[in-house]
């Protein structure tokens, strides 16, 4: 019996070492250590644009994506990945962006197209997002123009008419990403379902949010008394008809609404797939993450900041309502605007037609 009883007591002591040792080789296996190398580009961004930068000529693109994992990383490596996509970028400061800055977001683009993002690096991904709010929203997809990942601020400018490809009221001198360029014919770089994917992360969906909502006043600020952009100035041959005055300003206040509805459709359905489990916590860790309100200035602004400066523009002052009915936020900001500018009643309520189709659109059918 006492031989019987060690014997058991030898098993039950190999098992117990079995259990343990089989979950931790388990859990060594399931996650991968961000090299330190890498974490410690965070702290140098120059050395981080530089690391991440694929080339005008995309020669560096398999050497970015090798740096750049997917899966799950161990401890806080996902946050620290993400604060080394923000630091490359330069998305969180004011400045105008670099070529080379802009190029490492279409690497990134392209790189999390389809990849999945590590948990924990999707709040530092969504600052690289809302820090290229325009490139982001204004999304110019198949333009036959796109030659490579990023157009310097010099091939960005607009033109003698005032258009520019990229959008109105671009900070001088300001590269963007060209998410329109597909290199060999086999890569895409658009950010739109990465927008909507990161979205399912709180802090992500409140830094997103709070950019859209920004760059709205932003833009609203910008127009003329009668909702009209002041720069455009159209040229056209004798016999051709001249486009409406207010055609670009409707298309691009058309795909911000298209932005922060694809938001609200994301939060319904990952409420509904249970991919957000619990939707009152994941609302109250959005409102913690949210800085505030955004209104446009009462006279019309002439600067052109760069796009961080859009991102990070100073709160008017607390959210008023439900932050999370983003139609009734931006009728908020149209509504303070029209007033303060004595805008043209028609005109206010056609901008606030045109906002509400194309925000219930998206939050009916998700990303295009």
């Not at 993450?289 to 008017?316: C, L």
Request: glycine fraction near 10%; include cysteine; proline fraction near 8%.
């Amino acid at each position: 019996m006492r031989e019987h009883r060690v014997l058991a007591s030898a098993v039950a002591l190999a098992l117990l070492a079995g259990a343990v040792a089989v979950p931790l080789a388990f859990r060594g296996r399931s996650c991968k250590e961000l090299p330190a190398t890498t974490r410690e580009l965070a702290q140098a961004p120059a050395s981080a644009t530089r690391a991440l930068d694929p080339g005008d000529d995309m020669s560096r693109y398999d050497a970015v994506r090798v740096l750049l994992p997917s899966g799950t990383l161990c401890g806080d490596g996902g946050r620290a990945l993400g604060q080394v996509m923000t630091a490359a970028t330069g998305a969180d400061g004011q400045k105008p962006h670099t070529t080379a800055q802009a190029r490492v977001v279409y690497a990134l683009s392209a790189v999390y197209h389809e990849a999945d993002v590590p948990s924990g690096a999707e709040p530092g991904l969504a600052r690289v997002l809302a820090g290229y709010v325009v490139d982001t929203t204004l999304l110019s997809l198949d333009d036959p123009d796109a030659a490579g990942p990023a157009a310097s601020g010099e091939d960005a400018a607009p033109d003698q008419a005032g258009w520019s490809r990229f959008g109105p009221f671009l900070a001088p001198g300001e590269a963007h990403p060209d998410f329109g360029f597909d290199h060999t014919g086999t890569l895409t770089a658009d950010p739109g379902p990465l927008f909507a994917r990161l979205a399912r992360d709180p802090e992500a969906f409140a830094l997103l949010y709070d950019a859209e909502r920004a760059y709205l006043a932003h833009y609203l600020e910008r127009l003329t008394r009668q909702g009209t952009g002041p720069d455009y100035h159209p040229e056209k041959e004798p016999g051709e008809k001249t486009s409406p005055p207010t055609l670009g300003v409707d298309n691009d206040l058309e795909d911000i609404a298209r932005r922060i509805g694809t938001l609200m459709h994301v939060r319904a359905d990952g409420t509904r797939d249970g991919d957000i489990a619990d939707p009152d916590a994941f609302d109250a860790s959005v409102r913690r993450h949210t800085r505030g309100a955004y209104r446009a200035a009462p006279d019309q602004v002439t600067g052109r900041p760069s796009m961080g400066g859009i991102a990070g523009r100073a709160v008017s002052g607390p959210v008023p309502g439900d932050l999370m009915d983003g139609r009734r936020q931006m009728f908020l900001a149209v509504d303070a605007w029209a007033e303060a500018r004595k805008a043209p009643a028609g005109r206010a309520a056609a901008i606030r037609q045109i906002l509400d189709d194309a925000y219930l659109t998206a939050y009916r059918n998700g990303p295009l």
